[in-house]
Nanobody, 124 residues
Framework: QVQLVESGGGLVQAGDSVRLSCAASGGFFSGYGMGWFRQAPGKEREFVAAISWHGRDTNYADSVKGRFTISRDNAKNTVYLQMNSLKSEDTGVYYC?????????????????WGQGTQVTVSS
């Protein structure tokens, strides 16, 4: 059983940068593909970024390409999401997730464990 705890969210201005962290415990972190998803008010949860177990493969939603960077530190059991040039449409609850699919995935059904989420609010 893997527990995931996100942190780093908050209220920021458009154009600002924020780094989210997701700390994992209770499992073999370096064996899991990891992903970040978000849910805006009144909308379904959507894919943001994913990273493979070794960190060499990453995948991004078109809406965040060039602005967001996913990374991981297996020694610290932590995955990060660096978010730059934030826009109001980036507002939402951000969730990290762990997948036994070691390459990670953009599909929510491929993830086995989820965190509780952290709120990011971008004011324009």
């Amino acid at each position: 059983q893997v527990q995931l705890v996100e942190s780093g969210g908050g209220l920021v201005q458009a154009g600002d940068s924020v780094r989210l962290s997701c700390a994992a415990s209770g499992g073999f972190f370096s064996g899991y593909g990891m992903g970040w998803f978000r849910q805006a008010p009144g909308k379904e949860r959507e894919f943001v970024a994913a990273i493979s177990w070794h960190g060499r493969d990453t995948n991004y939603a078109d809406s965040v390409k060039g602005r967001f960077t996913i990374s991981r530190d297996n020694a610290k059991n932590t995955v990060y999401l660096q978010m730059n040039s934030l826009k109001s449409e980036d507002t939402g609850v951000y969730y990290c997730a762990a997948s036994r699919l070691a390459l990670g995935s953009e599909y929510q059904k491929m993830y086995d464990y989820w965190g509780q989420g952290t709120q990011v609010t971008v004011s324009s």
